[in-house]
């Protein structure tokens, strides 16, 4: 690992694969304190359907940036990597490992790599691009991207809203197109760490039977109540939240527009869907130290864990 004051263990992979567990189990080894890195757990809207460690987890060690935000907010990659950055000083601080744990590839690289550094969006601006979009729709909206940024709007799926959404802003707020901004903005790690990299990549077949099992445990845990008290709250539906993985479908269940086992099989479907793309994501974008090819259960952790405490030590 690269010499640095600051050392943090991240350990990343796809949904379902047993980041937590690890996590947990390290964190009682060697005094840590968990920090989600996980773009759904930040909400407290979704406690069940996110699959968010539970009260006797959190008892056993810290747990951090948890359903810290309503779900009215959304979420980003730059945000949610200041609040990180600073958790691990804090934890550097008390003597204790930070462990970054999710699979969120866009916040670890965030955090790791730093963001192209676009300037502020004005709230007028921010407002109009939601005015627009709830009075004349996603389609006028992108419509008028093509118009102010063709080569941008190219780049993304016309149902796409919320990149959608951030491209037009950037665009009318500063009269440049969101990927110049990228090109010529030099991105910069927001602290000076040395990250030890533990990357999930287990069977698939493994892991598609794990998300599955684990939705059907969502669904015992009251994922249904869940998503129901969301749909009171009327949010604007390109919210993160409302797009996290399950909502739709439940919600298309709860409004009668589909069968219950319709949706389940939809929202199983899509989040082996997304379990895949996530390892496609960190295969080519995350430089491991230490791969792990299987699900994490108890039964591989003395295995795992003397290889990672050796390397944090050197």
């Given amino acids: 690992m690269p010499d640095s004051d600051v050392q943090v263990l991240v350990i990343a992979g796809p949904t379902a694969s047993g980041k937590s567990g690890l996590a947990l189990r390290i964190a009682e080894e060697l005094n840590g304190v968990v920090i989600n890195a996980d773009s759904m757990q930040v909400y407290s809207d979704l406690h069940i359907l996110t699959a968010?460690?539970?009260?006797?987890?959190?008892?056993?060690?810290?747990h951090i940036l948890y359903g810290y935000l309503d779900g009215a907010t959304a979420c980003t990659a730059a945000a949610w990597a200041a609040d990180a950055a600073n958790e691990i000083e804090t934890a550097v601080a008390a003597n204790q490992l930070p462990i970054v744990v999710g699979g969120t590839g866009?916040?670890?690289?965030?955090?790791?790599?730093?963001?192209?550094?676009?300037?502020?969006?004005?709230?007028?601006?921010r407002q109009a691009a939601r005015r627009m979009r709830i009075e004349d729709g996603n389609d006028t909206l992108y419509a008028s991207l093509k118009e102010k940024d063709p080569v941008g709007a190219a780049k993304l799926k016309s149902k796409d809203r919320q990149r959608i959404l951030r491209a037009?802003?950037?665009?009318?707020?500063t009269g440049t197109p969101l990927y110049e901004w990228q090109k010529k903005a030099q991105a910069k790690?927001?602290?000076?760490?040395?990250?030890m990299r533990v990357l999930f990549q287990p069977q698939?077949?493994?892991?598609?039977a794990a998300c599955n099992s684990r939705f059907e445990a969502m669904l015992d845990?009251?994922?249904?109540?869940?998503?129901?008290?969301l749909i009171a709250r009327k949010l604007d539906p390109a919210l993160p939240v409302m797009k996290a993985l399950g909502v739709p479908e439940l919600a298309a269940f709860l409004a009668g527009e589909s069968s219950r086992e319709d949706a389940v099989t939809k929202a199983k479907q899509h989040t082996r869907n997304y379990a895949k793309r996530q390892m496609t994501w960190f295969r080519g974008q995350f430089s491991a130290s230490e791969t792990i090819n299987a699900q994490y259960s108890e039964s591989i952790f003395n295995e795992i864990f003397p290889k990672i405490r050796q390397n944090l030590l050197t």
């Fill in 189 to 195: 790690p927001l602290i000076d760490a040395s990250y």
């Fill in 52 to 62: 968010r460690p539970g009260a006797e987890d959190e008892a056993r060690v810290p």
């Fill in 106 to 125: 866009l916040y670890l690289k965030a955090l790791m790599e730093g963001l192209a550094d676009i300037p502020e969006i004005p709230s007028e601006v």
């Fill in 168 to 173: 037009w802003e950037v665009v009318e707020a």
């Fill in 221 to 229: 845990a009251g994922a249904l109540d869940e998503v129901a008290t």
């Fill in 204 to 208: 698939r077949d493994t892991l598609y």
